[in-house]
């Protein structure tokens, strides 16, 4: 004998009924964790796209069971709509839950790199101006050790010169694409996102550079060298002049090198719960453009910004009369630096590699994370 239900079906079938509404409310609930912050015409965006999502779905079956005795297009109607909007509330969370999965476990992209050529011991330190706080706490240690061990440190970071602010402008406009100050940006950046820009964290090692001045080297070029370079392209070069004229012809918002600077206004004004969210968001796709997963195009401008400066820090390794080096630039740098400096003496190999992780995720969502992990029950 068997026995019929409200919806019509088996008891089987009224067992997994039950079980896809209760999997869709806790979907729902995860959702609603984290999209209660948001702006209510954003929440009132998400219900209304519900909505339309459980109507259509709602047209398919009317076309279907129109006949049917047992259909009730009211009853359908309102299922399919209340559906729709506890699968809209979880699906509006699922990029940011995405997002602090990635910042935990996607790729390493930041490198620590040891190499020497038998006489010079190197140790390269990728760096991401933009960071979470462990990350440059953890750098700074190490420049410090490196101190006591007898290393000289090399920095990042292209020079101005002197009575020529013209060339910073430059530098600005023509290979940023920006008016605002680089280091500016950077810490509008940090500050918006919850993280931090790497110079806060360099103050410990001023004294040792005042004391010690030949130990700490800045290996880099200075704005007249980028822009006798790039004025070198545009002469030489037709691909990369066209390739510059195509650039200045695009659209401002697809012509400069700081997409996130429009973000970063709009969030300005975000609530401290909203900016928790952001600060998620920031890590994740920060992490994904220092990894080279966020589909981001060539920029004609790299050969200057990247291809000059690898040529001139591995230059700068070469020449060195220093035994032991220890070099803190950007991740980006490394495989056309590693690659010159081979170019210019084939002796130098490379001899361990460790990943460091720059982005973490919040403190606050780190203990809530320990929390709920402290509060397992264990065997």
């Excluded at 030949?214 to 070198?232: C, I, P």
């Excluded at 002049?241 to 195509?246: D, E, G, K, T």
């Excluded at 969502?365 to 029950?377: H, I």
Aim: glycine share 8%; aromatic share 12%.
């Amino acid at each position: 004998m068997t026995s019929t239900t409200s919806s019509g079906g088996s008891p089987w079938g009224s067992r997994l009924y039950g079980a896809f509404w209760l999997a869709l409310i806790l979907f729902a609930v995860s959702g609603l964790l984290v999209v209660y912050t948001l702006p209510a015409w954003m929440m009132v965006l998400i219900v209304l796209g519900g909505i339309l999502a459980g109507s259509l779905l709602f047209v398919l079956r009317w076309v279907f069971k129109r006949q049917s005795a047992e259909f009730s297009a009211g009853r359908s109607f309102i299922a399919f709509a209340c559906a729709g909007i506890l699968a809209s509330l979880g699906f509006a969370a699922a990029p940011l839950y995405y997002l602090a999965f990635w910042v935990q476990s996607g790729p390493i992209a930041v490198p620590l790199v040891h190499f020497s050529n038998g006489k010079k011991q190197v140790v390269f330190q990728g760096m991401q101006h933009v960071a979470s706080e462990d990350f440059f706490k953890s750098v700074v240690f190490d420049l410090q050790k490196a101190l006591v061990d007898g290393y000289t440190l090399f920095y990042e970071g292209v020079q101005p010169v002197a009575g020529r602010p013209d060339l910073d402008e430059w530098f600005n406009k023509t290979l940023r694409g920006s008016d605002t100050d680089l280091s500016a940006g950077y810490v509008k950046l940090a500050d918006n996102c919850g993280l931090k820009f790497q110079l806060t964290y360099f103050q410990p090692l001023l004294a040792d550079q005042a004391a010690n001045p030949s130990r700490h080297v800045t290996a880099d070029v200075n704005y007249l060298e980028m822009k006798n370079e790039y004025d070198r392209l545009l002469a030489s070069e037709p691909a990369f002049a066209s390739a510059i004229a195509a650039r200045a012809a695009a659209p401002k918002k697809d012509a400069g090198t700081d997409p996130v600077l429009p973000l970063l206004e709009a969030i300005s004004s975000a609530t401290p719960d909203q900016k928790k969210l952001v600060g998620i968001v920031c890590r994740g796709v920060l992490g994904m453009a220092v990894s080279g997963q966020s589909g981001n195009k060539h920029n004609p401008t790299d050969r200057i910004i990247l291809d000059l400066r690898n040529r001139a820090l591995a230059k700068f390794v070469a020449d060195s009369n220093a035994e032991k080096i220890y070099i803190t630039y950007g991740a980006a740098h490394f495989p056309g630096f590693f690659s010159e400096l081979q170019r210019l003496d084939p002796k130098f190999a490379i001899s361990a590699v460790k990943g460091v992780r720059p982005m973490t995720l919040p403190d606050d969502v780190k203990l809530a994370r320990s929390a709920v992990m402290n509060a397992a029950p264990t065997k």
